[in-house]
């Protein structure tokens, strides 16, 4: 197993061209000549003086998922939020990020693939396939990356185009009946015209049995495909072009969540239910079995072009990046978690489509490094547009006699009378529209002394809708909401659920933000480098715009700011066969932007708002270490203590809803690190062996945002620790290599999410693939 070089590094010159990376010297591959892009230039990563860790492809596949959650085991300050679909998985960095099911909210982690941003947080989630590194950036990088990454970046970096021809086959097979397959082609067509095609096919059954009689069947498992075209042409030596098109398609029956407790009380003490003589026996985070009729699934397809431009002009550098994205994603979820509808249980199935396309475009100008003063200006437009069309079914039922039968009966029974079928359906869409303008120099005062400053002026519109349609009252359908429920609800009238006009419910927004940075880096020595910085950050407005939207939810959140610091020591030692990077933080945001549980219509549901104040500090430590040509040691820990300073509670809500000082924050454990070692033994043969061995641990965590201390006692995961191991065998010229492994050696079982609101004051969690142990083989061919 090749593990990843996760370490951390520093905020970069502040040039954007992406000059191809200066050739290293002979011999000098170890950690300490790593070359990334974090900063938009290919420089050194112990040149950048921010906080950077770099995942290679190579660990990204070792890790059995090749997407960013499988980076989370090898960056300490990682962390993923697995929702009950894939459209509502969010992405943190150092206890920080968006949870909402709003379509118009972003996230506070940008990811960003070739240049190109994503817009929403659920297009970060596909697959990865012929990457070739991954670099994580650590706090606010809006100054560069714009405003959606208040907490981060995900910077992802592909394998170029080849003037050689060649190419790559792997096949793997991990128990549980999972396979996937990747194939890539390197054509070039004239020495100045080159390709790359990229294919990829996965399939799982899943971890979790859903014994309902019309599915009995493994789920939470999935069928992916896809692929990727590169074209690059490089007309002279001051012109090159970069087109790249994708696409991709996913069918995941991804993510049924196991009802992991028996029904409690509000103080948390074990009550009677009547749905729990159907339900599978909870047993926490160990529970495998769901019962439910509607198997909860996603229908992905996206896909998108770009198209970038590098040209000279003089000393500088121009470059332009155009591209267009396109997203369609269908949540089918089972919201009543049960095999079917009973006296005073509820059939609830939702059915979700959403649709997005975001056109982008960027141009910088950029000048050379080694010279008195370096810079980049640049400018950034956006414009991200989705709509989402969401019906949820009801099937409710009442006893016949008219006192509830003291079993759980059947809305099929004659004990019950027959039942009504509730449905409402409801339009609502966004459109982010961003315009800034951006610059950044860095000042060499002299040969080891430097000043980096840079500021962002942002311009941001975004405009709201959203409309709802009952048939019927009944538990979780809302009644109707439009244009006349809005008007009726702010003029006191009585029953405004009754008023309706047809016309949607609209909403605007516009911001304007200053935002940027300042830091000091010094050349202590040859190998050790120290900077700090401060950082103004900005996430911008937003509104809670989802299905059970009521009139207390249509105000405008408030943009999100954050003033951080951050001190660091960049070391490269022993002729740079170790690199050894540390690094202290402390950031606080103001109008932070948080889902938090609400009731509405009798369901849990939840309401995107600006909870108030927060704030994240803490120490890091990242390593690489070749002590020997044919061993890596790669290790990194993470303290991190994120928490509510001062929460401010939502328009309408009740005064018990503050959530106490000191209360921590989503996904923020304290206490996480990785370590891992890799040995490629040179028998003198034909033939080498390949040995790996990967270990991580987390402390405990938050996975509900929630005033009530039952809440968060309930939902808090427990820290855990994985160990994985593979070997392998491969030819000495690397044209083929066959790796075993096995993950989760010790079968250490864990929640990936807890959440409350199941059957009877119940907590539904979530099960992830890593939970059980399992194996797998990999065979791959070059040629």
Same mark, same amino acid.
Request: glycine share 10%; charged share 15%; aromatic share 10%.
């Given at each position: #197993? ?10 970069? #010159? ?18 300490? &000549? ?23 492809? !190579? ?13 989370? @085991? ?57 990457? !070739?590194? #991954? ?42 009946? &999972? ?7 390197? %054509? ?15 399939? +799982? ?12 069947? $493994? ?83 996206? +896909? ?26 269908? &949540?089918?979820?089972?919201? /009543?978690?049960?095999?079917? =509808? ?19 475009? &960027?141009?910088?100008? =950029? ?7 370096? +810079? ?19 099937? %409710? ?61 942002? #311009? ?5 809708? =959203? ?70 950050? *900005? ?7 989802? *299905? ?49 549980? /609400? ?30 040509? /044919? ?22 809500? @009740? ?22 070692? /890799? *040995? ?7 033939? !080498? ?10 402390? $405990? ?34 044209? *083929? ?47």
């Amino acid at each position: #197993m090749t593990s990843a070089a996760a370490l951390l590094a520093g905020l970069a #010159m502040p040039a954007w061209a992406q000059t191809a990376a200066p050739a290293a010297p002979a011999g000098a591959n170890g950690p300490g &000549e790593i070359v990334v892009t974090a900063q938009k230039r290919s420089e050194r990563l112990q040149e950048v003086p921010l906080a950077v860790s770099v995942v290679k492809g !190579d660990a990204l596949s070792a890790q059995g998922k090749p997407n960013i959650q499988g980076a989370v @085991a090898l960056v300490p300050s990682l962390n993923v939020l697995q929702s009950g679909t894939t459209l509502n998985q969010s992405i943190f960095l150092r206890g920080v990020g968006t949870s909402s099911f709003s379509i118009a909210g972003e996230p506070s982690v940008s990811t960003v693939l070739d240049g190109v941003v994503y817009a929403r947080s659920g297009e970060a989630f596909g697959d990865l396939i012929d990457i !070739d590194r #991954m670099e994580v950036l650590r706090g606010p990088q809006g100054t560069l990356f714009g405003k959606n990454a208040s907490a981060g970046v995900i910077n992802i970096v592909s394998q170029q185009p080849t003037a050689r021809f060649g190419g790559s086959f792997e096949s793997s097979y991990y128990s549980g009946n &999972e396979f996937r397959e990747r194939a890539v082609l390197n %054509v070039p067509i004239t020495p100045t015209l080159l390709t790359r095609f990229t294919g990829f096919y996965g399939s +799982y059954d899943g971890n979790i049995h859903n014994v309902a009689p019309n599915v009995d069947h $493994k789920v939470n498992g999935y069928k992916h495909y896809g692929g990727r075209e590169q074209v690059t042409w490089e007309p002279s030596d001051k012109a090159k072009f970069a087109f790249i098109a994708d696409y991709h398609h996913n069918n995941d029956d991804c993510c049924a969540e196991i009802i992991g407790t028996g029904a409690l009380t509000s103080a948390g003490v074990p009550t009677s239910s009547a749905a729990f003589q159907v339900l599978p026996t909870p047993k926490g985070d160990k529970s495998r079995t769901v019962d439910q009729d509607l198997v909860t699934r996603t229908r992905e397809t996206g +896909y998108g072009f770009s198209l970038q431009g590098d040209f000279a002009l003089g000393t500088q550098t121009v470059t332009t990046i155009t591209a267009y994205r396109h997203w369609k994603n269908t &949540e089918i979820r089972d919201g /009543d978690w049960l095999p079917q =509808a009973y006296i005073g249980f509820n059939q609830l199935h939702d059915f979700g489509p959403e649709t997005s396309h975001t056109f982008s475009q &960027e141009i910088r100008l =950029a000048s050379p490094v080694h010279q008195l003063l370096s +810079y980049v200006v640049g400018a950034y437009y956006s414009n991200a547009w989705s709509e989402r069309k969401f019906t949820r079914y009801d099937q %409710v039922c009442t006893p016949a006699s008219g006192v509830a039968p003291t079993t759980l009966t059947p809305c099929t029974s004659p004990l019950a009378n027959a039942s009504t079928y509730p449905t409402g359906t409801a339009d609502f869409g966004s459109r982010f529209k961003n315009l800034a303008l951006f610059g950044q120099g860095t000042l060499n005062l002299t040969d080891r002394f430097r000043f980096i400053g840079g500021a962002r002026y942002t #311009m941001d519109q975004l405009n709201v809708f =959203a409309i709802r349609r009952t048939t019927l009252a009944g538990p979780g359908i809302n009644s109707n909401f439009d244009q006349g429920v809005y008007d009726a609800t702010v003029a006191g009238l009585s029953n405004p659920g009754s008023y309706s006009n047809g016309v949607p419910w609209q909403g605007k927004a516009t911001s304007t933000n200053l935002s940027g940075k300042a830091a000091l880096q010094y050349d202590v020595t040859r190998g050790t480098t120290a900077y700090v910085s401060y950082t103004r950050g *900005y996430k911008g407005p937003a509104f809670n715009v989802f *299905y059970n939207l009521t009139a207390t939810g249509t105000n405008v959140i408030a943009p999100e700011t954050s003033n951080a610091f951050e001190a660091g020591l960049k070391n490269t030692l022993f002729g740079g066969t170790l690199v050894l990077n540390i690094d202290a933080f402390y950031t606080k945001y103001h109008n932070f932007q948080a889902n938090n549980p /609400d009731l509405v219509a009798g369901v849990v549901t939840t309401r995107f708002t600006n909870a108030g104040t927060v704030s994240t500090r803490g120490a890091e430590a990242d390593l690489v270490w070749r002590p020997l040509r /044919d061993l890596a040691i790669n290790g990194g820990v993470a303290y991190t203590d994120a928490h509510v300073d001062r929460f401010k509670v939502a328009p309408g809500a @009740a005064a018990t809803a503050i959530i106490p000082s000191g209360t921590p924050l989503i996904y923020a454990p304290k206490w996480k690190g990785s370590l891992s070692a /890799d *040995y490629r033994w040179r028998t003198g043969g034909p033939i !080498d062996v390949f040995l790996g061995a990967q270990g991580s641990y987390e402390s $405990k965590e938050l996975s509900q945002f929630s005033p009530d201390p039952v809440v968060r006692a309930q939902t808090t995961i427990h820290g855990y620790a994985l160990v994985n191991l593979s070997a392998g065998i491969g030819d000495t010229h690397d044209r *083929y290599r066959l790796t075993f492994q096995v993950r989760n050696l010790t079968d250490e079982s864990f929640a990936a999410a807890i959440q409350s609101g199941g059957p009877g004051g119940s907590y539904r969690y979530q099960i992830s693939r890593d939970a059980d142990r399992y194996w797998g083989v990999t065979g791959r061919v070059n040629f």
